[in-house]
């Protein structure tokens, strides 16, 4: 009787267990943090058509779009509602945050899918030349700053547009007599020419009987001696000569760039070409829990060293990590700008010159080959035609020896002249189009100059490749261009510059749809880091990852584009805490 009792007692007793938990997942509780009062776009509804047509369950009514949720709740890291406002303050308990966003946008948080951020830290420190018209405004800067730095002591700069001034490129004169007593670099805005003064020379002893890196191109002045120009692989010649910089100060200049890009909206970035101090100073922030958004690191092809180490290991199989490798970025040609691009005819306004690429620019095939095989997604810098066709080639290649490989989700890096015969085989071969509003904007003083008046068209050919079935993802490869998604954006719908030129867009049937824009920034990045089941979209269970804007970029775009540049972040999220709050 007893035992019977007892029985009786036990499965009442799993019963009520079974039913609490029942109720304790129907009810998850109260939120942590709670957003009202806001205009949600949570891009929960089908894929746009390859013509930008939103889907029939897109919220569009008569051809306008408007928000699909009011509120979102958060607990744990990941988000547990999303739909009006009562819904969401049902889950208010007496800790939780609540903020009333008096009508600010939220969309999934923005991925910059292409970064320098650990550059962008340092230029931050560094002369900045961006938009200086002259070399004379560039001199004056750096002797201004070399008032404030003691004897010896290095000085760098970046920004220069090597592209803008590729028919008037400076040398050491000016930079040497303004400021002789300190050894002085200065990086160019995409970083394929370096300037230097004397002393940097004289500290690095490049001479002109020091060997150039295919790929590379030391200017020489009339006295035969290097005049202070480097263009393309022979960068590497100064990056050399600079002494390594101090963990602790990369660690900073990775802190400093992951901050700014917080500040600017981003909750996750994929840095391109790690080399082993970065990797190291990355490793430290992760342990000691101070990277306040999250990264996916693109290891360096040209450290060979860090490459086999990585590839005896394999890449990161996880995705919750704040810091996760699982690329590799590879260099295949160089610069439009600079000329050193690969094209499949000569450069229009160089006859007889083509660029490099491939062996002849340093790419190494075998290590490549070693690193797909062991798992990694490869991102290739390809930017000429011809330079996009033979990573096509190659890539190509490699699937029909092994078709594992193809499920890499691999990349190219730009993708920024392509021959409109290639644009299909980047659907075909599963290859992601990694691509930068902004270099349309600002290159287009010059490239129709490169490449000429038919080429051009298969250049910064978004439409073409969307309509060709290519996957996208969109970034500014910052520090070389401005990473502000209202600039990304802007430049995206109108294929404008920030001054609004030219009128009707520069090649504007190029364009793409405000969704496009900011799936290529959201959702089609995440799917670029093989994240797209954590984040990308708003969603219950999703990860909490939010950015919080004072424009309705979908609303804009439709009566006003030209006021996406005014937008302002309001508050980015990452993880369900606050990184970010204006």
Sequence with gaps: MKAGLFGWLLGVLLICVTASEATAKANPGAADLILTDARVYTLRWGEPARDGKPAPDAPTTDGKWHPDAAAVAIRGGRIIYVGSDKGALALRGKRTRVIDLNGATVIPGLVDSHTHFVELGAKLEAVDLTDVATEAEAVAKVAERAKSVPKGEWIFGAGWDEGAWANRYPDKQQLSAAVPDHPVVLRSLHGFAIWTNQAALDAGRIT?????????????????????????????????????????????????????????????????????????????????????????????????PLMRQWIARGPDRDTDSMFVTRAVKAYYDGALGSRGARLLADYEDKPGHRGISGDG???????????????????????????????????????????????????????????????????????????????????KTWAEARLGPQRILGAYAWRSLRTAGARLTFNADNPGSDHSIFYGLHSAITRRDKQLQPAGGWYPEQRLTIEEAIRAYTSWSAHAAFREDQTGIIAQGRWADLTVMDIDPFALAAIAPEKILAGRIRATIVGGKLVYQR
């Design 208 to 304: 002109k009987a020091s060997p150039v890196p295919v790929g590379g191109e030391m200017r020489l002045g009339a006295d035969g001696e290097p005049n202070g120009l480097f263009l393309n692989r022979a960068a590497t010649m100064i990056d050399a000569a600079v002494p390594p910089e101090p963990p602790a100060v990369v660690a900073r200049h990775a802190l400093k760039g992951l901050t700014q890009m917080a500040a600017d909206g981003y909750v996750m970035v994929h840095e391109a070409g790690v080399p082993a101090q970065a990797m190291a100073a990355l490793q430290q922030l992760e342990d000691e829990q101070r990277l306040p958004i999250r990264v996916y690191a693109m290891l360096s092809l040209r450290d060979p």
């Design 361 to 443: 620019y340093g790419f190494d095939r075998d290590l490549a080959k070693a690193a797909m095989q062991a798992g990694f997604q490869l991102g290739f810098h390809a930017i000429g035609d011809a330079g996009n066709r033979e990573v096509l080639d190659f890539l190509e290649g490699e699937f029909k020896a092994d078709p594992t490989m193809a499920r890499n989700r691999h990349r190219i890096e730009h993708a920024q002249v392509v021959s409109p015969q290639d644009h299909p085989r980047f659907a075909r071969l599963g290859v992601i189009a990694s691509m930068e509003p902004p270099h349309a904007v600002e290159d």
